[in-house]
């Protein structure tokens, strides 16, 4: 839910454009990454380091 918040905030706060952009992308990304984590938590498959590591990468 926090990517989906990071690449929707731009319409609720004004920025300028490249902000915009880079907060569709970074947040499609991390909301696309941890709901493939979720899907292999669901479905019984262990968590994929590598999704992790990328979703981990903004906060950093």
């Not at 902000?19 to 941890?34: D, E, H, K």
């Amino acid at each position: 839910m926090i990517g989906l918040w990071i690449a929707v905030s731009p319409a609720t706060y004004e920025t300028a454009a490249p902000t915009t952009r880079n907060n569709a992308l970074v947040g499609g990304a991390v909301f696309l990454l941890a709901g493939y984590n979720y899907y292999r938590i669901v479905t019984d498959h262990s968590n994929s380091t590598c999704a992790t590591s990328l979703v981990a990468l903004p906060a950093v």
